[in-house]
Structure formats: C-alpha cells, structure tokens
C-alpha cells in the first residue's frame, strides 16, 4: 500500500453538487493536511489538523468543509462549489509530534473540475 | 517565518550535478531547511532536509552555508526524471501550518 491514498484521482462536478474527496494514510502519522494547486499557483495550504483537532483554517470558503474522524483518514466535503475551485486537491500527512510535525507526505491528488 | 527566493528555472544536462540554489537571508536558528520536489501533476515527494550541517541522502545532498542564509540542493547525476520543480521551504519542525510552498524552481534535464 502507498503511503497516501486518495480517491477519487478525478472527479467532475456542477455547481450544484455534493461531494466528498477521502484521504487515507498507512504511516502512522498523527498530522493530515489538505493544500490546493490551481494552475501555475502554487501550493495552498487549507487545513491542518493534528491528533483529529484543526490547527489551521486559512480562511477557507465554508463550501468547504473538512472532516478527520480519526488519525488515518481525512475527508473534504464539497458543496456549491464554483468553477474557480477547479484545482489539483493534494493530501498530506506527518508524524505531527509537538514543534516536531516533519516531512510531508503528500498523496498523488485529486483532480476536481467544476462545471 | 523565513521566505525563500529561487531561480524560476534552470536546465541541466543529462548526467551531470544539478545544482538548486535557496536564499533564506531571514532564517531564524531553530528553522530548518526542506527540499521537496512536484512531478508534472503528482503530489510533492519529501527530497531532504537539514539545521546546520551538510546532509546527504539517497535523492540528493544539501549544503547549507555557514551563515545558514543560503543552501543548495545537489542531485549529483540528473536523469530525465529528475525534471520537476524543486521547492525549498524554511519551517519550524518541518510541517504544521507553518509549511508554506513557495513557486519552486522549475528543473529541466535535457539529454
């Protein structure tokens, strides 16, 4: 297994729709994280969230929503999004120790167009 | 926290050292200095990090200045599939929210 997971790889969706993007890591990290790549942009940093608490919200549109129900899995819910949200979404996890978080692990990204 | 400037791309050939510069003229003491690099659409791979001293892994070396405003990555034999951008962030403890990306250096490896 990889150490980052995520599904789906690519989804498409109206403006109108509901949907979930899922992030699972296998190593035993205790920090997850969700970033946005917009063409030519560099990486953004949405949310952090270390032992399942956020630590980081940059204030992130509340279409938006994520969820980290425990260390190993972190979710990001999407509704009424807009086109401009079409984007790279990348996961992450490190080992998320006290001033200690550690190198990123990022997942391979899905890829979300919005219609 | 620390901001890093780098060059927005470089080429090398095929074979030889490929050479990254980072300034961080800014760095405080306790911040270290990562190096992760982005595939074209694949999520960023952790390449190397360090505080003070040279490290040198499997991927790459690092040398960091002695004043620590300055490092460079070396990847001592490029290949084709070393072509990606390579971006060097100063953070305290390496993640958390203080990992900020920056937009890299694109490398491109030429045959």
């Known amino acids: 297994e990889t150490g980052v997971t995520q599904t789906p790889r690519h989804l498409v969706m109206g403006m109108t729709n509901k949907k979930s993007l899922k992030c699972e890591q296998h190593l035993g990290h205790n920090a997850m994280y969700w970033y946005k790549q917009s063409a030519k942009k560099p990486l953004e940093l949405m949310f952090v969230?270390?032992?399942?608490?956020?630590?980081e919200n940059n204030s992130v549109p509340s279409r938006f929503s994520p969820e980290c129900p425990n260390s190993s899995h972190l979710f990001l819910h999407l509704h009424t999004l807009q086109p401009e949200d079409s984007a790279l979404y990348l996961c992450?996890?490190?080992?998320?120790?006290?001033?200690?978080?550690?190198?990123?692990?990022f997942g391979e990204g899905s890829r979300l167009t919005v219609l | 926290d620390a901001k890093t400037t780098q060059p927005p791309s470089m080429d090398c050939a095929e074979g030889r050292a490929a050479n990254l510069p980072c300034n961080h003229s800014?760095?405080?003491?306790?911040?270290?200095v990562y190096w992760y690099r982005q595939i074209h659409s694949q999520g960023p791979q952790y390449i190397i990090h360090g505080l003070k001293n040279n490290e040198t892994n499997e991927m790459a070396s690092l040398i960091i200045t002695e004043d620590r405003k300055s490092s460079t990555l070396i990847l001592p034999h490029a290949t084709l599939r070393d072509t990606a951008v390579y971006y060097c962030?100063?953070?305290?403890?390496?993640?958390?929210?203080?990992?900020?990306f920056g937009a890299g250096t694109r490398l491109f490896v030429k045959a």
């Open positions: 800014t760095i405080s003491g306790n911040e270290y």
């Open positions: 992450a996890s490190s080992q998320g120790v006290r001033q200690r978080w550690g190198e990123l692990f």
């Open positions: 969230y270390s032992l399942e608490e956020r630590v």
């Open positions: 962030i100063v953070s305290l403890g390496g993640g958390g929210f203080k990992t900020i």
